[in-house]
């Protein structure tokens, strides 16, 4: 483990349900992101939370909703997502947005989603 | 926008020998980083090596240096001594004004 942890790690759900995807950080970083990752494909930020507020949405649809409670959790609200959703979904964390910490992240291991 | 461009999808590689790893990035911004990271099967994105665009000097992490070419917006990465734990996705990424972009990555197999 490095520090962030994901669940679940594999996640199957159908083009009408709702699920979540779920990020855990203990490495006391107030920056956290969501990144999409599909094969062949660079890997695409979607949203980055800067002390629990969001910093950058990457034009990314809305049913992918996200929830930062605290600096510690992100959340990842999934609804009415469609077949090219299917992805590896990365969860990031680093110091504040602005220190010079935060130019190294620590990954999560992903949650693989696949929609049917 | 920023891109990063590693041209070699697939890469080979046998034991104990050297494989350089290709990244063009396009940036009009004079002070950057730039990373590599690595992906194994175990899909843990692990940071391998940084380099600062103000440092001149090319970073090195034991086995792992690169070649960092400013005016050319190059930054290669070379494995020496290639070892089986170093199969895996490895991915250049820049990073400028808060923004992480990354290469599309390059598989890495090596061969016993």
């Known amino acids: 483990e490095t520090g962030v942890t994901q669940t679940p790690r594999h996640l199957v759900m159908g083009m009408t349900n709702k699920k979540s995807l779920k990020c855990e950080q203990h490495?006391?970083?107030?920056?956290m992101y969501w990144y999409k990752q599909s094969a062949k494909k660079p890997l695409e930020l979607m949203f980055v939370?800067?002390?629990?507020?969001?910093?950058e949405n990457n034009s990314v649809p809305s049913r992918f909703s996200p929830e930062c409670p605290n600096s510690s959790h992100l959340f990842l609200h999934l609804h009415t997502l469609q077949p090219e959703d299917s992805a590896l979904y990365l969860c990031?964390?680093?110091?504040?947005?602005?220190?010079?910490?935060?130019?190294?992240?620590?990954f999560g291991a992903g949650s693989r989603l696949t929609v049917l | 926008a920023q891109t990063v461009t590693q041209s070699q999808p697939e890469m080979s590689v046998q034991e104990a020998e050297t494989v350089t790893l290709s990244c063009t990035y396009d940036?009009?911004?004079?002070?950057?980083?730039l990373f590599w990271y690595k992906q194994p099967p175990s899909r843990q994105m692990i940071l391998v090596i940084r380099?600062?665009?103000?440092?001149?000097q090319n970073a090195t992490e034991n086995r792992f240096s690169v070649n960092f070419q400013k005016a050319a917006k190059s930054f290669s990465l070379k494995i020496s001594d290639s070892q089986l734990g170093d199969a895996a996705m490895y991915f250049c990424?820049?990073?400028?004004?808060?923004?992480?972009?990354f290469g599309a990555g390059t598989t890495v197999t090596v061969r016993a």
């Open positions: 490495l006391g970083h107030n920056a």
């Open positions: 990424a820049y990073r400028s004004d808060y923004k992480l972009s």
């Open positions: 990031a964390s680093s110091q504040g947005q602005v220190s010079p910490g935060a130019n190294v992240l620590t």
């Open positions: 939370y800067n002390f629990k507020e969001q910093t």
């Open positions: 940036t009009s911004e004079s002070d950057y980083y």
């Open positions: 380099q600062e665009a103000y440092k001149q």
